[in-house]
């Protein structure tokens, strides 16, 4: 269902560009993981993965369940609900390990949320928590980085301006970019994996910026092998 709408919605709203790595590519049980930069940033990438014939589940903050019927078909079609900073926090972890047992490819966000900037521009993703090296470690689930650019075009800022932005989108209809990078495998104990998938998730998010021209792709380089770890390609 959320994949659907996106599909069909974000073309009213913005125009979608989406490139893949030459070595991209999306194994059943795969770590998708995203950098998040906007409320309107899982409409793009949910829309972008579509193309792809992806249609993955999604760890989302756990009050979306709370909202009447979409709650229910969240938990119909096994999304994964993020209960952060409360005992049931762990469930997450327990619910996306089952999912990648069964096959299914799982979007997670690991910034846990959003940037405080107000401004529309592009920044590198900020630093990953511990959740994906736990749930890589857990299951051995080869990770896929996955870049998006633009979001903060459509809704940035206070809620004013969030609401003007979203109103005036289909008359704007910004350039977003999504990039796909190649699968890892990541490796190491749990802050090297986290340093690996920062750096893999800020290299697909450069090069999806730079489609648009932002500056922040040049002006931001990619973390160095030093800090950022090692990885090897998925099999």
Same mark, same amino acid.
């Given at each position: 269902? &959320?994949?659907?709408?996106?599909?069909? %919605? %974000?073309?009213?709203?913005?125009?979608? =560009?989406?490139?893949?790595?030459?070595?991209? $590519?999306?194994?059943?049980?795969? +770590?998708?993981?995203?950098? @998040?930069?906007?409320?309107?940033?899982?409409?793009?990438?949910?829309?972008? %993965?579509?193309?792809?014939?992806?249609?993955?589940?999604?760890? #989302?903050?756990?009050?979306?369940?709370?909202?009447? =019927?979409?709650?229910?078909?969240?938990?119909?079609?096994?999304? +994964?609900?993020?209960?952060?900073?409360?005992?049931?926090?762990?469930?997450?972890?327990?619910?996306? #390990?089952?999912?990648?047992?069964?096959?299914?490819?799982?979007?997670?966000?690991?910034? =846990?949320?959003?940037?405080?900037?107000?401004? #529309?521009?592009?920044?590198?993703? !900020?630093?990953?928590?511990?959740? +994906?090296?736990?749930?890589?470690?857990?299951?051995?689930?080869?990770?896929?980085?996955?870049?998006? $650019?633009?979001?903060?075009?459509? +809704?940035? =800022?206070?809620?004013?301006?969030? &609401?003007?932005?979203?109103?005036?989108? *289909?008359?704007?209809?910004?350039?977003?970019? /999504? @990039?796909?990078?190649?699968?890892?495998?990541?490796?190491?104990?749990?802050?090297?994996?986290? $340093?690996?998938?920062?750096?893999? /998730?800020?290299?697909?998010?450069? !090069?999806?910026?730079?489609?648009?021209?932002?500056? #922040?792709?040049?002006?931001? *380089? &990619?973390?160095? *092998?030093?800090?950022?770890?090692?990885?090897? !390609? $998925?099999?």
């Amino acid at each position: 269902m &959320l994949s659907r709408l996106s599909g069909h %919605l %974000l073309p009213t709203v913005a125009r979608l =560009g989406v490139t893949t790595d030459p070595r991209a $590519a999306f194994a059943p049980g795969s +770590i998708l993981v995203a950098n @998040h930069t906007s409320l309107a940033d899982p409409a793009v990438v949910l829309a972008a %993965l579509r193309r792809l014939g992806v249609e993955p589940v999604v760890a #989302a903050t756990a009050g979306l369940w709370r909202v009447p =019927g979409l709650g229910r078909a969240l938990a119909r079609e096994g999304h +994964i609900p993020v209960h952060r900073g409360s005992a049931r926090a762990a469930e997450a972890l327990d619910l996306a #390990a089952d999912a990648l047992a069964a096959g299914r490819l799982v979007l997670i966000y690991p910034e =846990g949320g959003l940037p405080s900037r107000k401004d #529309a521009a592009e920044a590198p993703p !900020e630093d990953f928590r511990s959740g +994906i090296a736990r749930l890589s470690l857990r299951t051995g689930a080869p990770l896929v980085p996955v870049g998006q $650019a633009g979001a903060r075009r459509l +809704i940035s =800022g206070g809620t004013a301006k969030q &609401l003007a932005g979203l109103a005036t989108a *289909p008359l704007r209809r910004p350039d977003l970019h /999504v @990039h796909i990078g190649r699968p890892l495998a990541l490796t190491g104990d749990a802050p090297t994996r986290t $340093a690996q998938a920062h750096r893999a /998730v800020t290299a697909a998010w450069r !090069e999806a910026a730079a489609r648009l021209g932002e500056p #922040a792709a040049a002006v931001f *380089p &990619l973390p160095s *092998p030093a800090s950022g770890g090692t990885w090897r !390609e $998925a099999a």
